[in-house]
């Protein structure tokens, strides 16, 4: 059964900063792994979706890798902005199966 | 097209009350999925569509859940005698077919609160 872990669970940085996100998950037969960003009280926003042949994924200040053999995906936010709090999900799809199964996400904070 | 559509946004209920809930997707996508999620959890697959088959349901899916998708366009979600513990966000997402090539693309939500 997959499962997928985010670590932290939670993350305060000042302004500017750059982070990294990490991912893991348990089976590394998968499509594919998709990061979301997630608002308060909203639904989820694509940021960048990675195939499994694909080492990584960018999207203006943010790129994400993958490393399938070890079943690991980390985010890099470079010059962290208040507007970037939020909880950064990550997500696979893999297996037999048609369904993303989901991490518990990290909530970010950035201070200004 | 202006991406997956659902409403209500919010739903406040009381226990035992019926719900149902609306999730449009995008139009060209034949996939549509059910997601649950609780506060400070990840999402939780519910059920999938493709076109109006549904195709698979998780266990999470209790007698007291149906989802239809009639026409392979829209799809309701009914929640039958309402408990606390059903208060969640119910989240809808869409994906074309050919998994491994496209993303999926999630709805705003419906907030379900049971009181």
């Known amino acids: 059964k997959q499962e997928v872990t985010q670590i932290p669970a939670a993350l305060s940085v000042p302004e500017g900063e750059n982070l990294v996100l990490n991912c893991s998950f348990t089976?590394?037969?998968?499509?594919?792994l998709q990061w979301f960003r997630q608002d308060p009280g909203k639904g989820l926003t694509s940021l960048l979706l990675i195939q499994s042949s694909q080492r990584e994924q960018t999207s203006g200040r943010l790129n994400a890798s993958l490393d399938k053999s070890s079943g690991r995906s980390t985010l890099y936010i470079a010059a962290s902005q208040p507007g970037d709090s939020a909880t950064y999900l990550c997500?696979?799809?893999?297996?037999?199966?048609?369904?993303?199964?989901f991490g518990t996400g990290t909530l970010l904070a950035v201070q200004p | 097209d202006t991406g997956v559509s659902q409403d209500p946004r919010h739903k406040i209920t009381k226990r035992g009350q019926n719900v149902t809930f609306r999730c449009d997707p995008i139009?060209?996508?034949?996939?549509l999925y059910w997601y649950r999620q609780t506060l400070g959890q990840g999402p939780e697959f519910l059920t999938y569509?493709?076109?109006?088959?549904?195709?698979?349901k998780s266990r999470l899916l209790s007698d007291r859940f149906s989802a239809e998708r009639p026409k392979g366009s829209f799809s309701t979600l009914e929640i039958q005698r309402t408990e606390q513990g059903d208060s969640a966000m119910y989240l809808c997402a869409s994906s074309p077919q050919g998994r491994d090539s496209y993303g999926y693309t999630f709805g705003s939500g419906t907030r379900l609160t049971v009181v």
């Open positions: 139009s060209e996508h034949n996939r």
């Open positions: 089976d590394s037969a998968i499509y594919n």
């Open positions: 997500a696979v799809l893999g297996g037999a199966t048609n369904k993303l199964i």
């Open positions: 569509f493709q076109n109006e088959a549904q195709l698979e």
